[in-house]
């Protein structure tokens, strides 16, 4: 064999196992654990905290912030690798509306035991028990639910909750392959599509998942309660176009805010008062606030 060919091989050899070693990286890294402390809750914002079991057989950890009787609850769904302190923001100005705010930590995030970042599968379950936690703690109270990126994922992934009364999703992915597609173009930029397929195929075969579990916007026309779709016209992650499609697939009555010249990052950041004014106010059209004095939990 010649020399030349000779090297050409192991060129081409060294550059496969060098792709497999560095997918393989990859895929673990997308789906290690995000464990660390979080501590205590800002004391203006009066939160306890609490404890309940997940369907996935963790015990999840949050904060539930009082708020008036009969005024309703928000549930505060975090991005990947993330706590409920991202949420920190949104719960107070969503209290000072009146609200009681629920926040939480997803498995494998936080304060809480896990052993794969799931995207959304496992983290399902963590949404289902929020609901059904705060149905027992504070029975009676209309019940909506904020999800960003990864939570927001996870709430339209969820099944068997109970009802709720309306639900904000902001920069949600339409289906596992772009969240992860996402994730690598973060990471390596460019050569993410040569990359991509790969991680996902390596991630299947450390958590294996359903093809059809994560195709979130396939199940949006089912969640069956009242939507606003939240995206930055700017957003090279979750584009406005899938915000679009998001849009069309969700069942009536629905909303579409397009955040002008917003990219991927923390909405409530980048237009605090435009934020609280939309967000607010579709909240309230679906959980009208009562008159009364008091406080709840």
Do not use: C
């Amino acid at each position: 064999m010649k020399p030349w060919l000779i090297n050409t091989l192991v060129a081409v050899a060294g550059a496969v196992i060098l792709i497999i070693a560095t997918t393989w990286l990859a895929s673990g890294g997308l789906q290690d654990s995000s464990n660390h402390f979080v501590g205590r809750p800002p004391l203006d914002l009066q939160a306890s905290n609490i404890t309940y079991a997940s369907g996935a057989g963790v015990l999840i950890h949050g904060w539930l912030v009082p708020g008036k009787p009969k005024q309703g609850v928000v549930v505060l769904l975090h991005t990947v690798r993330a706590d409920r302190r991202e949420m920190i923001s949104r719960a107070e100005f969503l209290r000072k509306r009146g609200y009681a705010v629920l926040m939480i930590d997803f498995q494998s995030h936080g304060e809480n035991r896990g052993h794969r970042i799931t995207y959304g599968d496992l983290e399902s379950r963590d949404v289902t028990g929020a609901i059904q936690y705060l149905h027992h703690k504070l029975p009676g109270e209309k019940v909506a639910v904020l999800g960003v990126q990864m939570g927001a994922d996870a709430f339209v992934l969820s099944e068997d909750r109970p009802a709720v009364d309306a639900v904000v999703l902001e920069q949600m992915y339409p289906t596992i392959d772009r969240a992860i597609a996402s994730r690598v173009r973060s990471n390596i930029g460019p050569l993410a599509p040569l990359f991509s397929w790969l991680v996902m195929l390596e991630m299947q075969s450390r958590q294996p998942i359903p093809a059809d579990r994560l195709n979130v916007i396939g199940r949006l026309p089912k969640i069956n309660t009242p939507v606003l779709i939240v995206n930055g016209t700017d957003d090279s992650h979750t584009t406005i176009e899938e915000a679009r499609a998001e849009f069309a697939a969700a069942v009536p009555p629905k909303e579409l805010w397009e955040v002008k010249g917003a990219g991927h990052v923390n909405l409530h950041d980048f237009a605090p008062a435009e934020y609280e004014r939309r967000v607010g106010d579709f909240i309230a059209r679906y959980l009208p606030p009562v008159s009364g004095e008091g406080s709840g939990p």
